[in-house]
């Protein structure tokens, strides 16, 4: 039995769903959505509150305020609630309505900006949002998970001792990029283990992260239209990019399986399997990391008219998408 007393007390960190028998490949996928906050986003959250509350940053007159696609809102909202701070989420227009409906119903404030910057996309608007808040009122305190070390350091706390205690033998890992915080924590301390293990990012076409011209992206959590600060590339063995279109493929296709997982975990499901199908398989142990669950896209990413609306007809015409839209 397990028994809590605040919400961030629980996350269960070692489950992980064998592709094999439905995909065909030799793939672990890491579940990160089972924890009253439904995301990864759980474990910056709660590293990067903790930090800036024993810097003495954070106090009761403080307001918190951040911004996220969603998941760190979530988190955030969550912790705020349960510690008694005010919070402010900083979104924009992609992010999912469910998502703006969890973090108001556990008491967060949330700001939707509608506005890009010409340069730098929804993000920038987001950031020169907050950037105003801060220097108007003494109050916010902004964590920043662009910049915040205790967004890599949650990862390499927690997600990746617990890969490398589940699967001893890992030879490559498939990790989404948004902020790059689960990325780098994971890539850190994969560095420095005893084994090799190649360390392969995914990414969103139309993502500035790596390099990449900026695009059109709707589907929240992976990708940038500012080049995340924590980004080192050193660290990073490889990048596959993939195109949204491929992303809901790769979640419908889980669905169909019963697996209902969100919109990034079909990106990384999808690059993982490109990547498999390009290298010699025999004997490789593959992990994913899927970051959340599917519930938060069902108006967006397992929605008919949605996918149709903008990705056209041919993502639904697949035999594979029949399901979504009955
Ligand atoms: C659904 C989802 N996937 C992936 C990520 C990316 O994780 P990271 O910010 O650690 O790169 C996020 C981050 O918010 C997310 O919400």
Request: hydrophobic share 40%; aromatic share 8%.
């Amino acid at each position: 039995m397990t028994v809590i007393s605040v919400p961030q007390e629980f996350n269960a960190e070692e489950l992980y769903v064998d592709l094999r028998p439905s995909l065909g490949r030799p793939l672990f996928l890491k579940c990160e959505g089972f924890n009253f906050a439904g995301s990864i986003k759980v474990k910056p959250a709660v590293e990067m509150v903790n930090a800036a509350e024993q810097a003495g940053r954070l106090t009761s007159r403080s307001i918190l305020v951040e911004s996220s696609s969603g998941n760190l809102g979530v988190a955030l909202s969550m912790i705020a609630a349960s510690k008694g701070y005010r919070f402010l989420c900083v979104t924009d227009s992609r992010c999912n309505l469910s998502t703006r409906l969890l973090m108001k119903a556990l008491g967060a404030e949330v700001h939707v900006v509608t506005e890009s910057d010409p340069q730098r996309g929804l993000l920038g608007a987001r950031l020169d949002f907050i950037h105003g808040l801060c220097a108007s009122d003494e109050r916010y305190v902004w964590l920043n998970q662009y910049a915040n070390p205790g967004n890599w350091l949650a990862h390499y706390r927690t997600t990746a001792p617990s890969i490398a205690r589940s699967f001893p033998e890992l030879d490559v890992l498939f990790v989404g990029a948004g902020t790059t915080g689960t990325l780098m924590g994971c890539a850190r301390f994969f560095r420095e283990w005893h084994r090799p293990v190649r360390i392969v990012a995914v990414d969103a076409a139309g993502s500035v992260t790596f390099g990449g011209a900026p695009g059109r992206r709707m589907i929240p959590g992976l990708g940038t239209s500012v080049r995340p600060p924590l980004l080192d590339e050193s660290y990073v063995d490889e990048v596959v990019l993939i195109e949204e279109a491929d992303t809901i493929r790769a979640c419908h296709r889980l669905a169909r399986h019963g697996f209902l997982f969100g919109g990034s975990t079909g990106t990384v499901v999808s690059g993982a399997l490109d990547w498999l199908a390009r290298h010699d398989q025999l004997g490789l142990t593959a992990v994913g990391i899927a970051p959340d669950l599917g519930e938060r896209y069902v108006d967006t990413v397992y929605q008919a008219n949605w996918v149709q609306g903008l990705y056209g007809d041919e993502v639904l015409g697949s035999s594979e998408l029949s399901v979504a839209t009955r």
